[in-house]
């Protein structure tokens, strides 16, 4: 699954957040280290178009308003596909406990 930088941006830093929430704050914040910075009302277009296409994907859940033709982002919550995601984009695999158990 190809995701773009924004997506992992959004991906990880669900995780760093309380119950796997990130703020529309946080979302912003992804522009400030970039060398070349859209103007501010594309910026908030290209991070709401992001986040649609990660809720299709259905790695996320939007938390907002939603008009007939214009989608309010305030908060995304991850889902437990996109924290399994989100993990391996770090490098961090959940590790099953296994137990040997003997056959007698």
């Known amino acids: 699954m190809a995701l773009s930088d924004l997506q992992k941006y ?3 830093k669900g ?3 309380s119950k796997n929430t990130v703020g529309k704050t946080v979302l912003k914040r992804f522009y400030i ?3 070349s910075q859209p103007k501010e009302e594309d910026q908030i277009n290209i991070i ?4 649609d296409k990660l809720i ?3 790695l996320v859940k939007g938390v907002g308003t939603k ?3 214009k989608w309010f982002v305030k908060e995304v919550i ?3 596909k996109g924290v399994k995601i989100a993990k391996e984009l770090l490098g961090k695999q959940e590790e099953l406990p296994f137990k040997n158990k003997k056959k007698i």
């Open 10 to 12: 959004i991906l990880n």
């Open 15 to 17: 995780l760093e957040g």
């Open 33 to 35: 280290t970039q060398k």
């Open 48 to 51: 709401t178009k992001s986040v």
């Open 56 to 58: 299709k994907r259905g």
């Open 67 to 69: 008009t007939a033709k």
């Open 78 to 80: 991850l889902t437990k």
